[in-house]
């Protein structure tokens, strides 16, 4: 397995310590899975790392790594809509699943300390998986963030750096530090092994159901869990599991949607947003690092994105509390989404909606 550049195709090998190609290109994996066979699943083992024979694992440090993430329940909301409960995990939220892997990656290669940044709840992940790796760990984020998520980073031992102004200047902020002080950058959107652990997300509907379901709803930011769930469909459709693509819907907020510009408006990149503020948090991402590759998937595809109306967001959350699932506010956008879905194209049976985020560590 080796890194290749995503602009120039340049190769390296996956132990470098550089965050991207010298030529500004972000870095893909080099790795191609053998066909998915549930069969080969090991059930022995009870988490994500049971489908570990079609990630880009290349040795067995995961095993120190572990918290148990994964194998969160599937559970039905009504007659249309199933629930997949992945803030059912070791820090309350899906980025478990990247950070499991990346982490593992970074102790594999022998890194010792690194810095990301991060809206809240991948800081919380990548801090904690550190915490148990013995990695020194750094967290920026950006002003605004949940306080509660911003504890439960330092609880870990990591450094917290809040930053004033926006995600992307966050990010921006971050990376300088990067580049001065030569750390490792254990970013959930530049390495393409967080990658490998969100699309186990997919694997364990897969495996749950028997089947994919008819529709899919996927919050998209940075695109951390979306390009996971891509990858992994692909997989399935290549493998033979499923005849077809499911329907995805790719939903954004509605003050900061380059996505969804760029997707209305035929374009290869992001679309230049001001981005204003949002309940969805999560996913108030202006200048999508990887936004070229999400909007090829979603062109390739006929991926449909959609706004989460703003003033639905409480009430959506609310609607969820009623029935016992208490969510954070960019996980609530899941649900305002999906029902501004079906104003928009009419009833959508057969829908999967991720629950990513929990409410206790998000509340204001």
């Known amino acids: 397995m080796e890194f290749y550049c995503s602009r120039c195709g340049n190769r390296t090998g996956m132990e470098t310590r550089k965050a991207r190609c010298e030529c500004g290109g972000l870095w893909k994996l080099g790795f191609t899975p053998p066909k998915f066979d549930l069969k080969d699943i090991d059930r022995e083992e009870w988490s994500m790392f ?80 550190c915490a148990k790796a013995g990695i020194k760990c750094g967290i920026f984020v950006p002003e605004g963030t949940s306080l509660k998520k911003i504890d439960m980073i330092r609880a870990h031992g990591a450094v917290c750096i809040v930053v004033p102004g926006s995600r992307d200047h966050c990010a921006d902020v971050c990376r300088e530090k990067v580049e001065k002080d030569g750390v490792y950058y254990a970013n959930h959107v530049y390495n393409p092994f967080f990658y490998e652990g969100t699309k186990t997300y997919i694997y364990e509907v897969y495996e749950q ?44 907020a509605e003050t900061c949607d380059p996505l969804l510009q760029a997707a209305e408006q035929g374009l290869a990149e992001p679309a230049e947003v001001s981005p204003q503020p949002t309940a ?31 003033e639905r967001i409480p009430e959506a959350r609310a609607a969820l509390a009623k029935k016992g699932i208490y969510i954070e506010h960019t996980t609530a956008a899941n649900y305002a989404a999906y029902l501004h879905y079906c104003e928009l194209y009419g009833p959508t049976p057969d829908t999967l909606i991720t629950m990513c985020g929990a409410g206790l560590k998000s509340d204001h």
Not at 57 to 77: A, K, N, Y
Not at 222 to 244: D, P, Q
Not at 285 to 292: E, F, Q
Request: include cysteine.
């Open 50 to 129: 049971r489908y570990r024979r079609y990630m880009a694992l290349p040795d067995d440090s995961w095993r120190g790594i572990t918290l148990g993430e994964g194998m969160t329940p599937i559970v039905p909301l009504d007659g249309d809509v199933m629930l997949k409960m992945d803030y059912f995990m070791p820090t309350l939220s899906f980025k478990d699943r990247g950070a499991a892997v990346l982490v593992a990656h970074c102790r594999s290669i022998g890194v010792d300390s690194v810095v990301q940044d991060s809206s809240g709840n991948a800081g919380n992940a990548v801090a904690a998986y």
């Open 209 to 252: 159901l028997g089947r994919i379901p008819a529709n899919i709803v996927v919050p998209v930011g940075n695109g951390t869990l979306y390009i996971g769930v891509m990858k992994a469909l692909e997989h399935l459709l290549e493998s033979g599991c499923i005849e077809r693509m499911p329907q995805i819907i790719a939903l954004q």
């Open 280 to 310: 969805a948090e999560g996913i108030a991402i202006g200048k999508p690092m990887r936004g070229a590759e999400i909007l090829e998937y979603a062109r390739k595809h006929g991926v449909r994105f959609v706004h989460a109306p703003e």
